[in-house]
């Protein structure tokens, strides 16, 4: 049942330009790296010559962390809109599935579709490295973190973004609530979740900001699954 579902989801945002925002993110953090050393070759290869990759990788982040939650408002606004535009609700919710699974649904087509953006970056930067001359002695592990740890550690932002986007029909507070976090969120104290995927912390461990992504995100997800399940429905 719960595979129907996903599929029905997917076939919801068939010939949407969703799909064009998934790709649009890691492309352009890509385009803009390409153009960034196409112009300053010389200056950043000097830079970064005791480790290019690990230059090309770091700019790449700066960029990516901004496109990772903004890409996050702008998919669960859209998901959610699918409903709300064709005023759908009711007729959703009096088919025999429980609130539960519908909104775990949408939850899970958001996860799939921002884990498709990283796999399409991590891909675009391979694909750039090498285009530039850096060799194929590639760091994986660094990459990886790189292009996943935000992303698990927005988690928190993606189920905020996602219960807001859903529960409310104007999607004007939870564009702008994720449109500054966005651009504000690595300014912002480290104990608010818009600054956990920039990975900094006190104790400059990375990985603290990922699993406080996870749990937190775990934890308002199971809020928001219950206020979804208990909220009427107008449309």
Request: proline share 4%; net charge positive.
């Amino acid at each position: 049942m719960y595979k129907a579902l996903l599929k029905a989801e997917f076939l919801k945002i068939k010939r949407k330009w969703i799909w064009g925002l998934v790709f649009l993110g890691p492309f352009g953090v890509i385009a803009l790296e390409a153009l960034n050393f196409g112009l300053r070759y010389d200056y950043l290869t000097d830079v970064y010559k005791d480790d290019l990759w690990k230059g090309l990788i770091g700019e790449a982040n700066m960029l990516s962390v901004f496109a990772l939650m903004l890409g996050a408002t702008l998919v669960a606004s859209l998901i959610s809109s699918l409903e709300h535009q064709s005023t759908s609700w009711k007729h959703l919710l009096s088919l025999p599935l429980s609130k539960t699974k519908i909104f775990m649904g949408k939850f899970s087509l958001a996860f799939i579709l921002l884990t498709t953006s990283c796999v399409l970056l991590t891909m675009g930067i391979v694909i750039l490295g090498i285009s530039l001359g850096f060799g194929t002695d590639i760091p994986i592990a660094l990459l990886l973190k790189t292009c996943f740890y935000p992303f698990l550690a927005s988690l928190p932002v993606v189920a905020l973004q996602l219960w807001l986007s859903v529960v409310l029909n104007n999607q004007a507070l939870p564009l702008a609530i994720g449109i500054v976090g966005s651009i504000f969120g690595g300014a912002l104290p480290r104990w608010t979740i818009w600054s956990w995927p920039s990975l900094s912390n006190q104790w400059d461990k990375p990985i603290i900001n990922v699993c406080l992504g996870i749990v937190v995100g775990l934890i308002l997800l199971w809020i928001s699954t219950i206020h979804f399940t208990k909220k009427d429905v107008n449309n």
